[in-house]
């Protein structure tokens, strides 16, 4: 059980760092539009946010809602995302998704947990972004590097101590109500976690949580 006094201060750390620091210029931030969200993520999958950014806009113009792409043909498709590498297994699993949104959710995207995950492509972390940012839902997103620091700032451990559920729970513990709250503390730890909270080297003393952090209290004593 988190301490409520420490849970709070994260929360507004985290918040105040974000507001500074986030990388708010991502186009897929600043749209609450769950088919974006939902390209968005499918598209960076395995992809640097750099190659991504160049590419968003472009398909989205093109196919700029499920029906569109779903009566694409791949080859169609296939031009618009080449330079991500995969092309072809992502333009087949990319129709795939629209044509099963189109025929079963009448073209909307679901904003449904267990409904997303069933999607081609979609996992719990794109599934979580969806809710968060595009249906307003107040659900953490927890990728390898959230673990990481939630891992390091609540247990003072590196992964794999914590089990999946102790680190999922955590995150759900902390995640504001409010769903606009949610959406800002949500993408702070993200980006937190990748730009400070690294795998080596992480950049401790400037951590805006460092002061509630479990592993930073234990390895300043010892380097």
Not at 173 to 179: E, G, I, N, V
Not at 185 to 213: E, H, I, M, Q, W
Request: glycine share 6%; with cysteine; charged share 25%.
């Amino acid at each position: 059980m988190i301490d409520l006094g420490v849970a709070e201060l994260f929360r507004r750390r985290v918040a105040e760092w974000y507001s500074t620091h986030g990388a708010h210029s991502l186009p897929w931030r600043s749209t609450s539009n769950p088919w974006h969200i939902l390209v968005a993520g499918v598209l960076l999958r395995n992809t640097r946010v750099e190659q991504v950014a160049k590419v968003y806009q472009r398909f989205l113009e093109r196919f700029p809602d499920p029906r569109t792409l779903a009566s694409a043909s791949v080859d169609e498709i296939r031009g618009v995302i080449r330079s991500l590498g995969m092309q072809n297994r992502r333009a087949t699993e990319l129709k795939k998704l629209a044509e099963i949104i189109a025929e079963r959710f009448r073209g909307s995207v679901p904003c449904n947990q267990k409904l997303l995950v069933e999607l081609p492509g979609v996992g719990d972390y794109i599934a979580s972004e969806v809710l968060l940012a595009g249906c307003g839902q107040p659900k953490p997103i927890v990728d390898r590097n959230v673990v990481r620091l939630l891992s390091r700032v609540f247990m003072g451990v590196d992964p794999p101590g914590p089990s999946a559920r102790d680190v999922w729970r955590i995150a759900e513990s902390l995640t504001p109500r409010r769903s606009e709250d949610a959406r800002v503390f949500s993408y702070g730890v993200l980006d937190l976690a990748r730009a400070v909270c690294r795998v080596r080297k992480p950049l401790c003393v400037r951590c805006p949580v460092n002061t509630v952090c479990s592993y930073y209290s234990r390895v300043r004593h010892i380097v």
